[in-house]
């Protein structure tokens, strides 16, 4: 996970189960924190995401294809 602050100068390293329990269960306010703040995306090169992301259907069009595109994923909280 990475912190949504401009830098994202803090990292942890959760399960996805427990980030997906605590994301769905909890709201993001604008008072809270930036650096309190987590969010999945980036860094989905491992072999686990290139997994998942192989299998993504691009939609129909000239340059959405796997060698002109690059995919991003990410999972944010409600509120974010």
Partial sequence: LSSSNSF???RRI???TQYLNDTLTSETHPNHLSNE????FG???SAEWQQMLSDFCYPPCQT???DL???AFGIGGRGS
């Fill in 14 to 16: 959760i399960p996805l």
């Fill in 37 to 40: 703040t987590w969010y999945l």
């Fill in 69 to 71: 595109s690059a995919l």
């Fill in 43 to 45: 860094e989905t090169y």
């Fill in 8 to 10: 994202s100068a803090h």
């Fill in 64 to 66: 959405c294809t796997s």
